[in-house]
């Protein structure tokens, strides 16, 4: 009879263990989030401002231009001036360092047409809105057909797990995660 309870302590104690271990510890505030392809960046950028979440930073979205490729530098440099494209920031987890994100955006030939590859930074209601007014200004063309796009998002502090299954429930979500930390 001792030797039964000794196991199936030891058998409570493993389980304990795992489930424990099995809880990967993630950054607090923040939530990564997939986009299915095909989804216009109107359509995230209507899903994020619903959920009341930031977006600091936006990959994976191409757009084509029909500008001869000897405009690549000016249509570089007039992108390059978006706040957006091109920050200053403070981080919120480390406010006493301020970084310099100089990713700009990419222009580049392809084919008959040129390739825009932007990284999307700190996209809150007015970059939204002078985005949507620049890809129409400049005639881009939204890539939908393409891969995905992801998002990393700022979240309120504890409530990370709730919104990553309800963006998971999202018919235009692929997948959402926490910003888990993984030791080295």
Request: charged share 15%.
């Amino acid at each position: 009879m001792r030797h039964l309870q000794v196991c199936l302590l030891s058998c409570f104690l493993y389980c304990i263990a795992c489930k424990k271990s099995s809880q990967r510890p993630y950054m607090p505030g923040r939530l990564l989030v997939g986009i299915k392809a095909g989804i216009s960046m109107e359509s995230v950028f209507a899903l994020m401002n619903s959920m009341n979440v930031t977006m600091l930073e936006t990959n994976g979205v191409v757009y084509y231009s029909f500008y001869p490729k000897d405009s690549i530098p000016s249509l570089t440099n007039y992108l390059d001036s978006k706040r957006y494209l091109d920050t200053l920031f403070t981080d919120t987890l480390s406010p006493t360092q301020v970084f310099k994100l100089d990713w700009g955006v990419s222009v580049t030939s392809h084919g008959d047409t040129l390739q825009i590859l932007p990284t999307l930074l700190y996209m809150d209601h007015g970059a939204q809105n002078d985005w949507i007014t620049t890809k129409q200004q400049l005639q881009l063309t939204e890539n939908t057909g393409g891969g995905f796009v992801y998002v990393y998002l700022k979240v309120p502090v504890g409530k990370e797990i709730q919104l990553s299954n309800e963006f998971n429930r999202n018919p235009i979500v692929s997948w959402s995660q926490l910003n888990y930390v993984e030791q080295l």
